[in-house]
């Protein structure tokens, strides 16, 4: 368990929060290990769990009919992946592969939801910082938008 706190307080997402929050963060953790192909996720499946990936590199797709798999976006070392453990009806939007070796730890998102229902001090924390990266993934969305439709003119 020592190794789980020292790596998730020596998270970037993780940084600030108190050290007793990152204690009951360590009960809802565990290591994991994908191997290159692995899907991650699958969308429309029951989303429960979040990783922080300290190894590899994870590629969120969708699948478009007649096309096939589509790449949304990857992530990497240092980053999070998955916030649909956070919002009802707690269902992966996206499925995500492993592009390479990927270890990560997961979050056990019900343990954590339970925790941040009976610690709201640690909800807010979780909160605010999944808000962060929700914010980005919509910038990043408005951007591939722009970058697709931008050429086309409204008549």
Not at 25 to 31: E, K, R, Y
Not at 33 to 53: C, P
Not at 117 to 134: C, N, P
Request: proline share 3%; glycine share 8%.
């Amino acid at each position: 368990m020592r190794d789980l706190e020292q790596t998730l307080r020596e998270h970037p997402f993780l940084e600030g929060l108190d050290a007793e929050h990152i204690k009951l963060l360590v009960g809802c953790a565990s290591n994991v290990v994908f191997k290159e192909g692995d899907f991650v996720f699958r969308e429309g499946l029951e989303a429960n769990v979040f990783y922080f990936i300290r190894h590899g590199r994870v590629l969120i797709e969708t699948h478009v009919p007649q096309k096939g798999p589509i790449m949304i976006r990857s992530r990497e070392a240092g980053e999070i992946l998955g916030w649909s453990w956070l919002v009802r009806p707690y269902r992966w939007h996206f499925d995500a592969r492993a592009a390479e070796l990927t270890r990560a730890i997961a979050l056990d998102g019900k343990c954590l939801r339970e925790k941040c229902e009976e610690d709201h001090d640690l909800g807010y924390e979780v909160m605010k910082r999944f808000a962060v990266i929700i914010a980005e993934l919509l910038e990043a969305t408005r951007l591939q938008l722009l970058d697709v439709y931008g050429n086309s003119t409204n008549k």
